[in-house]
Nanobody, 125 residues
Framework: QVQLVESGGGSVQAGGSLTLSCTVS????????MAWFRQAPGKEREGVAF???????SFADFVEGRFTISKDNAKNTLYLRMYSLKPEDTAMYYC???????????????????WGQGTQVTVSS
């Protein structure tokens, strides 16, 4: 059973930085796609960033170069490093693992098989 456990959320002021981590257990090697999503109160969940087993990455337009996504295979950990945070980045952030074939497809078309429980990020102005 694959388990994803996020950590690293918290409260920061606008302009600050946070690094989210997602530890992955029992996930097979080979081709994979992992992603970070977020959901703000009253809004739909939206994709933030993708990374695949070829180490290709992609980001939502709203990221505007402020975030990086990476995976440490030795530690089985996915990261989302966030810089220049804005109040509108406030949301619950989730990591997910799923289909390699539809990786990097924002807009709800990617098929995720596993989700973490989420970690809250709050950015104050």
């Amino acid at each position: 059973q694959v388990q994803l456990v996020e950590s690293g959320g918290g409260s920061v002021q606008a302009g600050g930085s946070l690094t989210l981590s997602c530890t992955v257990s029992a996930y097979s090697d080979g081709r994979y796609c992992m992603a970070w999503f977020r959901q703000a109160p009253g809004k739909e969940r939206e994709g933030v960033a993708f990374i695949d087993s070829d180490v290709s990455t992609s980001f939502a337009d709203f990221v505007e170069g402020r975030f990086t996504i990476s995976k440490d295979n030795a530690k089985n950990t996915l990261y989302l490093r966030m810089y220049s945070l804005k109040p509108e980045d406030t949301a619950m952030y989730y990591c997910a693992a799923g289909s390699y074939e539809t990786c990097h497809q924002f807009g709800g078309t990617w098929s995720a098989n596993y989700w973490g429980q989420g970690t809250q990020v709050t950015v104050s102005s």
